[in-house]
């Protein structure tokens, strides 16, 4: 199992910001999707955001709780990607997950990414 490395989790106040990091392996690269996703106690892990790969435009997909206040962004160079989180709220307290799926295209629904991490821990407080 290939783990993706994530940090930057944290406690917050509602309408703060946070910015998690993942670190991938060196052969996830720009080419492949890469998303993040949350799992909050009792309820289903699901997609907050994903970015394909560049050959397929490096197209950006949100979740529409997260739309315009979330931005996931990569760094090829550095292997690593982002989630740039502003004006939280405290539904998006959650561990948030890393994935990568060994492709262009960005597949819906968790099982089918091929490569996680092992979350981050955000906590936001009203």
């Known amino acids: 199992q290939v783990l993706l490395l994530e940090s930057g989790g944290g406690s917050v106040q509602s309408g703060g910001s946070l910015t998690l990091s993942c670190l991938g392996p060196?052969?996830?690269?720009?080419?492949?999707?890469m998303g993040w996703f949350r799992q909050a106690p009792g309820k289903e892990r699901e997609e907050v955001a994903s970015m394909g790969g560049d050959s397929g435009g490096a197209h950006r997909r949100y979740a529409d709780a997260v739309k315009d206040r979330f931005i996931i962004f990569r760094d090829n160079a550095k292997n690593t990607l982002y989630l740039q989180m502003n004006s939280l709220k405290p539904e998006d307290t959650a561990t948030y997950y890393c994935?990568?799926?060994?492709?262009?295209?960005?597949?819906?629904?968790?099982?089918?990414?091929?490569?996680w991490g092992q979350g981050t821990q955000v906590t936001v407080s009203s």
């Open positions: 994935a990568a799926y060994a492709g262009w295209y960005c597949p819906v629904g968790p099982s089918n990414y091929n490569y």
């Open positions: 060196g052969y996830i690269s720009g080419s492949d999707c």
